[in-house]
């Protein structure tokens, strides 16, 4: 998703958690993963169908978040818990989870963006792709003139152009993919606290959340 709907969600689920100082830790890690160096793996943004990768590093991240917290480095802990959802958020964007949902629910005049269910776990999910991340792709398609005209000839359904839902131009279905990845976005950070609480403790919840002034 383009930074603008990130931020949205970010500040939608976790503006009454943390102080400002804090959110914009862990927007800034989040925003990043769209840095040109980002762009090289894609399982960072779920492109290529990448769900195996993707997951792992959601897992890891997860697993850093504990570690930093451990360590009490909470600018640390705080990184990782965005660089995590930006790619749990975009999994909703990047994927055709939100259009094979939405037909499931008998489509767009009958399905509700908050029906969307959430998807738990995309290894098991048949019939789940995401679109392919080109980078010369993406650089040709930016040159004036030359990339509207070639975009006419060569525009893949199977490409991350064709299949994201990173802004409202791409349709209505943006709207179901917001809902969703804010939905997913909240159940990570009540999924992130429980297991802070397990393995370090109601202290460590606390200063994660309020930390010293």
Same mark, same amino acid.
């Given at each position: 998703?383009?930074?603008?709907?990130?931020?949205?969600?970010?500040?939608?689920?976790?503006?009454?958690?943390?102080?400002?100082?804090?959110?914009?830790?862990?927007?800034? $890690? #989040?925003?990043?993963?769209?840095?040109? +160096?980002?762009?090289?793996?894609?399982?960072?943004?779920?492109?290529?169908?990448?769900?195996?990768? %993707?997951?792992? &590093?959601?897992?890891?991240? +997860?697993?850093? *978040?504990?570690? $930093?917290? $451990?360590?009490?480095?909470?600018?640390?802990?705080?990184?990782?818990?965005?660089?995590?959802?930006? *790619? +749990?958020?975009?999994? &909703?964007?990047? %994927?055709?989870?939100?259009?094979?949902?939405?037909?499931?629910? @008998? @489509?767009?005049?009958?399905?509700?963006?908050?029906?969307?269910?959430?998807?738990?776990?995309?290894?098991?999910? *048949?019939?789940?792709?995401? @679109?392919?991340?080109?980078?010369?792709?993406?650089?040709?398609? +930016?040159?004036?003139?030359? @990339?509207?005209?070639?975009?006419?000839?060569?525009?893949?359904?199977? %490409?991350?152009?064709?299949?994201?839902?990173? #802004?409202?131009?791409?349709?209505?279905?943006?709207?179901?993919?917001?809902?969703?990845?804010?939905?997913?976005?909240?159940?990570?950070?009540?999924?992130?606290? $429980?297991?802070?609480?397990?393995?370090?403790?109601?202290?460590?919840?606390?200063?994660?959340?309020?930390?010293?002034?």
């Amino acid at each position: 998703m383009e930074a603008k709907y990130h931020r949205q969600m970010l500040n939608k689920v976790l503006s009454t958690h943390f102080n400002q100082a804090d959110l914009n830790t862990i927007t800034r $890690a #989040n925003l990043r993963q769209d840095w040109p +160096r980002g762009q090289l793996h894609p399982e960072y943004h779920c492109d290529n169908s990448t769900f195996a990768a %993707s997951e792992t &590093y959601i897992h890891q991240q +997860r697993q850093l *978040t504990l570690q $930093a917290l $451990a360590a009490q480095n909470r600018a640390a802990a705080l990184a990782a818990f965005g660089r995590l959802l930006h *790619t +749990r958020q975009d999994f &909703y964007a990047h %994927s055709n989870w939100i259009p094979l949902q939405v037909a499931q629910h @008998g @489509g767009l005049t009958i399905c509700a963006p908050e029906s969307v269910a959430l998807c738990l776990n995309p290894l098991v999910e *048949t019939n789940l792709i995401s @679109g392919n991340a080109s980078i010369p792709r993406w650089l040709l398609y +930016r040159i004036p003139l030359l @990339g509207s005209f070639v975009k006419r000839f060569y525009f893949p359904p199977d %490409s991350h152009e064709a299949m994201n839902l990173d #802004n409202p131009k791409q349709g209505p279905l943006f709207a179901y993919a917001m809902a969703a990845a804010t939905r997913h976005t909240q159940l990570e950070f009540e999924q992130l606290l $429980a297991e802070v609480e397990e393995n370090l403790g109601k202290t460590s919840v606390a200063s994660f959340l309020s930390p010293s002034q």
